[in-house]
């Protein structure tokens, strides 16, 4: 599977923040390390792509591991997983408080801490999972660690929107948004059917979400920027009983931004959403290369199904509305 799809993302991006829902999870430095090579093992040769990597949080991180791996460089970011909450997460983190040195830590040596923001709750509505989440869990973890710098990735509410409006104005929190959220609501998956490929973990919400999302990302404030959370499954294992979460984007994800920012009217915010922002709230330097979109009269094309070594099949995210975007 990365043999077939790394190559998809390194076309299109520089670098790219990693994520470390792996089985077995990447928990540690040395495992980040050598998940890296085996990313760059397999790119092409000669792509300069950079990956960024992340430890995966759980009860019983190590923290001078942790701190290790930043100081070294091999470290960009943590990402906390609450327990259960999205593909690959069992061995998140059941009780925030336990890593609260861990987040002393990170917020001293200036590290990132990365979001899955909802609650695991049976009792919580799966639609409403992220806005318990900030109440519950983020507010006062902000409270707490006021310096800590916080990243909410893939946000799908309004809620989420305001909030991040309203506190990334202080420099240390900002938020993600995907393409597929920003072109879908939650019709979408159940439109003449199950529709499986439009499932994914958030949960894509109602329209007035997907509006306040479309609002915040093409505002050209500087706290929400581009993360595409492209998940690659086979075909057979999301058309099935119990279909896995992820939606796979890699292939087209800058062309379905610049479809969602041309339909508001911000075609010239898209640079800073997909290229500068982010690598501000990061610390890095913007990538020097540039691609160019071009805009069709007529929509493109289907993308082919992606084909993996040994024969699975990967569908590409199309959106219900004609693309007349794409990138050479």
Same mark, same amino acid.
């Given at each position: 599977m990365l043999k077939t799809v790394a190559p998809?993302?390194?076309?299109?991006?520089?670098?790219?923040?990693?994520?470390?829902?792996?089985?077995?999870p990447v928990t540690t430095t040395a495992r980040a390390e050598a998940y890296r090579e085996e990313i760059l093992a397999a790119l092409p040769a000669h792509s300069g792509f950079t990956p960024l990597m992340t430890l995966y949080l759980t009860d019983h991180t190590d923290?001078?591991?942790?701190a290790l791996g930043h100081a070294t460089g091999v470290v960009t970011a943590?990402?906390?997983?609450?327990?259960?909450?999205?593909?690959?997460?069992?061995?998140?983190?059941?009780?925030?408080?336990?890593l609260y040195p861990v987040f002393e830590r990170?917020?001293?040596?200036g590290m990132p801490l990365l979001i899955h923001g909802e609650v695991t709750d049976p009792a919580i509505d799966i639609f409403d999972r992220e806005a318990v989440f900030i109440e519950r869990t983020l507010i006062p973890l902000r409270k707490d660690f006021q310096q800590l710098k916080v990243v909410l990735e893939h946000i799908t509410t309004s809620e989420?929107?305001?909030y991040v409006t309203a506190e990334g104005v202080t420099g240390t929190l900002a938020a993600t948004i995907t393409a597929h959220h920003l072109l879908a609501n939650r019709n979408?998956?159940?439109q003449g059917g199950i529709r499986p490929h439009y499932y994914c973990l958030p949960v894509l919400k109602r329209e007035s979400h997907r509006q306040a999302l479309v609002k915040a990302a093409t505002s050209g404030a500087k706290m929400f920027f581009l993360g595409t959370d492209s998940a690659p499954h086979p075909q057979a294992d999301k058309e099935t009983a119990c279909g896995c979460a992820g939606i @796979?984007?890699?292939?087209? &994800? $800058?062309?379905?931004?610049?479809?969602? @920012?041309?339909?508001?009217? &911000? $075609?010239?915010?898209?640079e800073a959403f997909a290229s500068l922002s982010g690598p501000a709230f990061y610390g890095l330097n913007p990538n020097t290369k540039q691609v160019t979109l071009h805009k069709s009269d007529r929509p493109?094309?289907?993308?082919?199904?992606?084909?993996?070594?040994?024969?699975?099949?990967?569908?590409?995210f199309t959106p219900d509305v004609p693309l007349l975007w794409h990138m050479d």
């Open positions: 998809y993302t390194a076309k299109v991006f520089g670098r790219a923040i990693v994520m470390p829902n792996l089985r077995p923290v001078e591991d942790l943590a990402k906390l997983y609450p327990a259960h909450a999205t593909t690959n997460s069992a061995q998140g983190v059941t009780d925030i408080q336990k990170m917020q001293r040596i989420a929107a305001a979408a998956m159940f @796979f984007t890699a292939v087209n &994800a $800058l062309a379905l931004y610049a479809q969602v @920012f041309d339909e508001a009217g &911000a $075609l010239d915010r898209l493109c094309g289907e993308i082919k199904p992606i084909l993996t070594g040994n024969g699975q099949k990967i569908l590409s």
